[in-house]
């Protein structure tokens, strides 16, 4: 199983960008997809997941400006993220826990993250 994350690059304060992930390879089903970031010096966190149904949660500072959406059909993740300040900038990285066959227990996969950096 391979998690493929593109989308990241610099951008100025109050500007957008949109991360894809695709994950590919043995696939049965996939539960929950996210993604995450990490900042220098900083422990990872959660910025924002969703079901398979849809059910979002999100980090309360990119509340109203993030939207996590996901294609199942493509097992593809994403995350738009509008009005970017310059404390977004960090590593993402996008998460999938996913079984691999039928009776298999769900793991957590993790693509290889993309930098996001905002300046002011």
């Known amino acids: 199983v391979q998690l493929q994350a593109s989308g990241g690059g610099m951008v100025q304060a109050g500007e957008s960008l949109r991360l894809s992930c695709a994950a590919s390879?043995?696939?049965?089903?996939?539960?929950?997809m996210g993604w995450y970031r990490q900042a220098p010096g900083k422990q990872r966190e959660l910025v924002a997941d969703?079901?398979?149904?849809?059910?979002?949660n999100y980090l309360d500072s990119v509340k109203g400006r993030f939207t996590i959406s996901r294609d199942n059909t493509k097992n593809t993740v994403y995350l738009q993220m509008n009005s970017l300040k310059p404390e977004d900038s960090a590593v993402y990285y996008c998460?999938?826990?996913?079984?691999?066959?039928?009776?298999?227990?769900?793991?957590?996969?993790w693509g290889l993250g993309t930098q996001v950096t905002v300046s002011s």
């Open positions: 998460n999938a826990n996913l079984r691999v066959r039928v009776g298999a227990l769900p793991l957590d996969y």
């Open positions: 390879g043995s696939i049965f089903s996939i539960n929950v």
């Open positions: 969703i079901t398979r149904g849809g059910s979002t």
